[in-house]
């Protein structure tokens, strides 16, 4: 990291640390009224406030410091969206160690990679995970124990961990005098890896002042614009950017926080936003079609949902519309990404733009909009020159920021940074008043329900089956998880492999819903100068292409 000269006549402000803790502690002194309700994995609704959270918290922090947790340790999560699972976000970083969330939908043999990588010393899950865990804990050399996020009553008569707690155990047998430790803010606080398009995922290791600063700025009113005003329900998993900082963001201004747990159906976040009066919430594009769907089939309206940020992947239009004229709900379209913390821009109108006619304000609200303070965007050409920002030129979207990614945990992938810039792998125009649009992604990775599919990996798959030449996989558009994988393939001279065969190839291998919907058998692939497939020419060609939905 850089280090920059001291001035010969410096503040004489205090200087305190920017650490997670104080967002805890701050939401029990000032807010300690403010409810956290959860729908839990036992299948009930558990409530109760910031104080009894803050409580709880220093209770896990005491134990993980008895259970011999350092600084610096890592100590994983594989949870729902809950109290519990808040209760590690603040006990595990407040107490200075690093809190592994992971991403349960990955295949258990990537969980078990990234647990090794980070050398986790624990692992606590949600119940419903166990299966996982029982599957991985062979593999994990690292781990001392695993901790089930329950009481005594749901824990298993026998299992095949030798090294299972009960995590409401640990909680009674540790009391709650415990001070947070106060250390240097740019120690790190969190882990979360991305999958990259080639080779393992790698981590963005989150510090304690860049997600201070993240919180701070995502809260304003042109970002996510949460107050003690609103009942927030994020919908957006806390496996993944840390729930968009939401965990974060909204015990920091107080806001009444409302847990789906596993219910993430339709019928379940509904009656869950009408119960709650949930005010604002915060996910992917798929999830909105879930909710929208029952909400028609079922002739109803929202009484209290007044505001949503839709991310992760392009908001489609017709879906923003009908929540703004139909049900009276504002869409903030955001962009961002686990290597930004994730917030990097949202769409918000200026009181000129606010003034525009109909179509002139939506075709703003499409974009992925206008950068929060404290980010900084630039497009590029290949050459690495600045593009103007017209709304038409397009280029590699550039970013840098005191919350964005300076290198990959462990150093994977080596200098990431291009002249102190992180490439996003986006590809984007930016308009004269600086909002931004994403018009396709560099990357060829596939968006499924808001999450990633490795191209690379399918594809080796493919090209490891003996009648297969070459494979090449593509996104191909889902009415209901946007994108899903089709595989094209070359077949080797004179041999033969049916459509079926190919598909059952990939059982066991990867994650199910990893697996191709469908196959495409061509006589040649389209090759570029340089003996890259040419994916943009494979995209285009099967733009058409109707997957078989089952
Ligand atoms: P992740 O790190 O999994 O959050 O994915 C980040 C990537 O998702 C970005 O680099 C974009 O390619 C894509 N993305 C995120 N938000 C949007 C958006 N609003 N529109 C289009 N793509 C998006």
Redesign the pocket.
Known sequence: MPQYPESPLMGQMMSQPLLISNIIRHADRYYGKSEIVSRRVEGDIHRYTYTDCHKRSRQLAKALANMGIKMGDRVASIAWNGYRHLEAYYAVSGSGAVLHTINPRLFPEQIAYMVNHAEDQYVLFDMNFLPIIEAIAPHCSTVKGFVMLCGREHMPAASKLDNLLCYEELIAASSDDYEWPQFDENSASSLCY?SGTTGHPKGALYSHRSTLLHSYASAMPDGLNVSARDTVLPVVPMF??NAWGLPYSVPLVGAKMVFPGPAMDGKSLYELFEQEQVTFSAGVPTIWMGLLTYVAQNNLTFSSFKRTV??????PPSMMKTLRHQYGIEVV???????MS?LGTACTLSVRQAALPEDAKQAILEK?GHVIFGVDMKIVGDDGRELPWDGKTYGNLLVKGPWVISSYFKDEGGDVLEDGWFP???VATIDADGYMQ?TD?S?DVI?SGGE?ISTIELENIAMSHPAVQQAACIGVLHPKWDERPLLVVVKKPGAEVSKEELIQFYDGKIAKWWTPDDIAFVEALPIGATGKILKNKMREQFKDHKLPIA
């Not at 839709?310 to 908001?315: E, H, M, T, V, Y």
């Not at 379209?333 to 290597?339: D, N, P, Q, Y």
């Open positions: 991305t993944h950017v839709i991310g992760g992947s392009a908001c379209h955001a962009w961002g990404m686990t290597e994730p992925q996003t792998g986006d994403i992604r990357k968006k990633w």
